[in-house]
């Protein structure tokens, strides 16, 4: 398939609308109301069905603010209910979305003989019909629905970037927002209407569970990428677009080597969303699932070098025979020789493992912390000497050199530990 | 207007005939219908019940629209193995493998990443649903055989049940009220303190993960019956009704469980004698109307009943209030006594004590006339009953011995005493104020003691 002027409109539109839609989202999941969109955009169906009525045409913009108007009575009725009411938050919206979304069900169903309104346009919106529906601006042919879009945009950054101080505070602390006088509720209304107005501008074009997935997913993902809530803006406008592009590409182009002739390009707008969601909880490079593995896996490793060095050393002390360097070691010990044959910490002399003058040093600073820790333990804690093995051998993994000198200074600077075997000199 | 003829336009045409029959179940059709979602309203009030109380209340949420890629998939696989596709045991297995899945995804996401619950459920939702809807787009565009029967997963098609569907929403049902009852205690120690229940030895993850099934279960034989948005409301609406009439949780589930069912009957029943009602909105909308009810008059929680509680305790503080300045004003001032040493005193006396508004003391002096606590006198003077002076003792008494205890015990200046006591003291029980007296040893009773600031 060719790659058409199209095309691109699609992906221009899905990208324009993922952004309106992922730049409020970042307050919304920062202040625990990433359910609110889902909410309010299956909410407006009753809005959308009486201003048809009413009006008795599909006109863009009666239409539109009777969606906007049912998605701010969303938003107070929620309000009221947790509030007054005193409904669990997440029930309160799932009783006032449902029950909106069946009432819109009735009217469109009533006035099937007088409506032309698919509810389908609500739920998976037209990305097609409004890439098609062009108008004509100066010597340009573009999509009204482009215009529209750009519109939005604009208006929630020039809210996102005029109130940005305001936002961060009452996402993260309203108490605080309150006593340095600005009125969060206020701010949480101006908030909710530009959710409804961004929902409602958008379904028509990607659906309105694409709207909640862009309302969350990206900023979601953004939010487990950065700590600071600039970067975490920027970061889920590019997701947004980004996944708008996959998800275009994803549904025309991929599906046609699977001998499929493509499918719904909204849908896997929201889909490539959640592949990007994954990949950040997966490969995030601080909180990410494998970054805390890979830190996990590097720690004991070191733990378990600092071990065999240590026992090496001990047996050195005793005189006995070397660690033997046949038979299959486990891969932890395979590695962990592998790393300290390669910082010359070890050597392989016949047949055995010995320490190098390097290896040495190592392993005589850690026996000095774990029996300094040992005196430390039973001088000032009180401890029996035989209950102290095992806490100093997880702390002389943790002791730096500073810690070893303040421990030696407080213990008087001994030179054998409680079971009389003696502490390395420094 | 156009609202309500739209929504009752047809209610002329209803013929006592249709009505009757529509009441007695006498159609085969109806009654299949009415009774499978008189069931299905049961069995959402009760795991609902549950769900709203650990505050899951929009797992269902996530649940429902993620079972969409599970239906399509399963379509897939079935008709490319040459079935028709539509077999509805493959598609609910299809579902209920999927759901599940969404579900896992919402507890993994809450474990190991920062994000919240509400995060975790709009990014499931979403992203599964937005699956879906890629695989419907493969099955629409399928050459074997037609998709047609499966859009009706998305908004239910009450009015189409088949025996067989209510028979399986019967098992469901079966099976989920069994298993709240038999688990009873342990699912109601889970809902409110899963901590507790963990130190207690009880296996939280299994108790969680079969209230999780019963939840996929109901949820799952719902889509059919009332579409995947509305099944929902069968998991919140009764249970947060119900909330609003008991602090019990045996008879809220069990209140849950009636106006499930109840919504599921009238539901079904309008929608059978109305043209053009579709059912599954149609319960939604009883529901709804079951929950406006309870929000108002619910006998708990229901806005009217706070607010009257609310009213009768103002009443109260602000009795009380008075009663104790009286008793400042007779311990300060130089009052003319009756012959019987009742203490008057005139209402611009009264006045310039506190800060009450003439409308707001004439109103409270009415109240307490109301209550033969003092007598009204004319030329706007009172004079306090032998009640009333009983009662102003007490509640100075009361006043005082908090302030000397925020004093002696809890450090406060005795400058600032007069503003925390002024609160606590009309709550304060006959109990407490024994356990004050012990704690301050202020034995002799009738005394009161001196007030510790100036008045």
Redesign the interface.
């Known amino acids: 398939m060719l790659w058409t002027s199209f095309d691109t409109w699609i992906v221009v539109l899905g990208a324009l609308s993922a952004m309106a839609c992922a730049l409020l989202g970042n307050f919304l999941?920062l202040r625990?109301?990433?359910?609110m969109?889902?909410a309010i955009s299956?909410a407006v169906l009753p809005g959308l069905a009486?201003a048809f009525?009413?009006t008795d045409s599909r006109a863009s913009l009666p239409m539109f603010v009777g969606a906007v108007i049912v998605g701010i009575i969303t938003a107070l009725l929620v309000q009221f209910?947790s509030r007054?009411?005193?409904?669990?938050e997440?029930?309160?919206?799932?009783?006032v979305f449902?029950?909106l979304?069946?009432?819109g069900?009735?009217?469109i169903?009533?006035?099937?003989d007088q409506v032309d309104l698919d509810?389908n346009c609500v739920?998976?919106g037209d990305l097609n019909y409004a890439a098609a529906a062009m108008v004509r601006i100066g010597p340009f042919r573009v999509p009204e629905a482009a215009v529209i879009l750009g519109i939005v945009l604009t208006i929630n950054l020039l809210f996102v970037v005029l109130f940005f101080k305001e936002l961060r505070i009452s996402s993260f602390d309203p108490e605080l927002a309150t006593t340095q006088g600005f009125n969060a509720g206020a701010l949480h209304y101006v908030l909710m209407t530009l959710v409804a107005v961004t929902a409602v501008a958008s379904f028509d074009v990607i659906?309105n569970?694409?709207v909640?997935?862009m309302?969350?997913?990206p900023?979601?993902a953004a939010?487990?990428l950065t700590d600071r809530l600039g970067s975490m803006v920027v970061v889920s406008l590019i997701i947004a677009a980004i996944s708008a592009a996959i998800g275009h590409v994803g549904?025309t182009i991929v599906?046609q080597y699977l001998g499929?002739?493509?499918?719904?390009s909204?849908?896997?707008?929201?889909?490539a969303?959640?592949l990007i969601?994954i990949a950040a909880?997966l490969f995030g490079p601080r909180?990410g699932?494998t970054s805390r593995m890979w830190h996990r896996l590097q720690l004991s490793l070191r733990i378990a070098q600092e071990d065999l060095l240590s026992g090496l050393y001990r047996q050195e002390e005793r005189g006995v025979a070397k660690v033997p360097a046949s038979g299959a070691p486990s891969l932890t010990q395979w590695l962990v020789r592998r790393r300290l044959l390669q910082q010359e910490a070890i050597e392989r002399v016949d047949g055995h493992f010995a320490l190098t003058p390097r290896g040495r040093k190592v392993a005589s600073r850690l026996l000095r912390s774990h029996r300094l820790w040992e005196t430390y333990l039973v001088d000032q804690a009180a401890l029996r000497a035989d209950q102290t093995h095992k806490t100093a051998e997880q702390l002389e993994h943790l002791t730096d050199a500073a810690l070893q000198q303040r421990l030696a200074l407080d213990i008087a600077t001994p030179t054998h530990d409680p079971q009389g075997k003696m502490i390395p000199p420094e | 207007m156009?609202?309500s003829h739209?929504?009752f336009?047809s209610l002329g045409q209803i013929t006592t005939d249709l009505l009757l029959r529509v009441l007695f179940l006498d159609d085969y059709n109806t009654r299949v219908v009415v009774l499978g979602v008189m069931v299905l309203g049961l069995a959402g009030g009760v795991v609902g019940g549950y769900m709203?109380l650990r505050?899951?209340?929009?797992l269902?949420?996530a649940l429902s629209?993620s079972t969409l890629p599970g239906i399509a998939a399963a379509f897939m696989v079935m008709a490319s193995f040459g079935g028709s596709g539509k077999s509805l045991p493959g598609l609910l297995l299809g579902a209920t493998i999927t759901g599940s899945a969404g579900v896992g995804c919402v507890m993994l996401?809450r474990r190991?990443?920062?994000?919240?619950e509400?995060?975790a459920?709009?990014?499931v939702?979403?992203?599964?649903?937005?699956?879906?809807?890629?695989?419907?787009?493969?099955v629409q565009?399928m050459k074997a055989g037609s998709a047609a029967g499966i859009e009706t997963f998305?908004?239910g098609k009450t009015a189409a049940m088949l025996a067989s569907d209510a028979q399986l929403i019967a098992l469901v049902a079966l099976i989920c009220v069994g298993l709240c009852a038999l688990l009873y205690k342990e699912l109601k120690i889970l809902s409110f303190d899963p901590a507790y229940t963990a130190t207690q030895g009880w296996p939280v993850l299994l108790l969680d993960g079969l209230m999780m099934a019963m939840v996929i279960g109901v949820t799952v034989v719902g889509l059919q019956a009332v579409g995947l948005?509305?099944v929902?409301?069968m998991?919140?609406?009764p249970?947060?009704s119900a909330?609003?009439w008991t602090h019990r949780l045996g008879r809220m589930l069990v209140l849950s469980a009636v106006i499930g069912a109840l919504s599921g009957w009238m539901g079904a029943s309008i929608s059978a004698l109305l043209p053009?009602?579709?059912a599954?909105?149609?319960i939604?909308?009883v529901a709804?109307g079951a929950?406006v009810i309870s929000?108002f008059f619910g006998q708990q929680?229901g806005?009217v009943a706070?607010w009257v509680r609310y009213v009768q305790l103002q009443r109260q503080v602000g009795l009380q209030n008075l009663l104790r300045t009286c008793f400042e004003l007779v311990e300060t001032r130089q009052l003319q006594h009756d012959e019987d040493g009742h203490p008057r005193i005139p209402f611009n006396m009264l006045l310039e004590a506190k800060s009450w508004s003439p409308r707001y003391l004439r109103r409270l002096l009415k109240r307490a006339d109301h209550d033969e606590l003092l007598n009204t006198l004319p030329q706007a003077v009172i004079e306090l009953t032998d009640t009333g002076m009983v009662e102003a003792r007490r509640q100075a008494r009361e006043h005082r011995l908090w302030e000397l205890y925020l004093i002696t015990h809890a450090d406060i200046a005795a400058s600032h005493v007069d503003r925390g006591a002024d609160m606590i003291e009309h709550v304060l029980g006959t109990e407490m104020v024994l356990q004050l007296e012990k704690l301050l040893e202020q034995q002799s009773h009738p005394v009161v003691p001196a007030t510790p600031h100036r008045i």
């Open positions: 999941v625990r109301m990433s359910m969109g889902d299956h009486v009525l009413v209910l007054f009411g005193k409904v669990d997440g029930a309160s919206m799932g009783v449902t029950t979304f069946a009432l069900l009735i009217l169903r009533r006035a099937a509810v739920l998976y659906g569970i694409l909640v997935a309302m969350v997913a900023a979601a939010h487990l549904a599906p499929f002739s493509g499918t719904s909204a849908g896997a707008m929201a889909a969303t959640g969601f909880v909180r699932v | 156009i609202l739209l929504l336009s709203l505050k899951h209340a929009l269902g949420d629209h996401i190991y990443t920062r994000l919240k509400d995060a459920l709009g990014i939702l979403s992203v599964f649903f937005g699956f879906g809807i890629v695989l419907m787009g493969f565009r998305i908004y948005i509305l929902i409301a998991l919140i609406i249970a947060a909330r609003f053009r009602m579709p599954g909105a149609i939604v909308m709804a929950f929000l929680r806005v706070r």
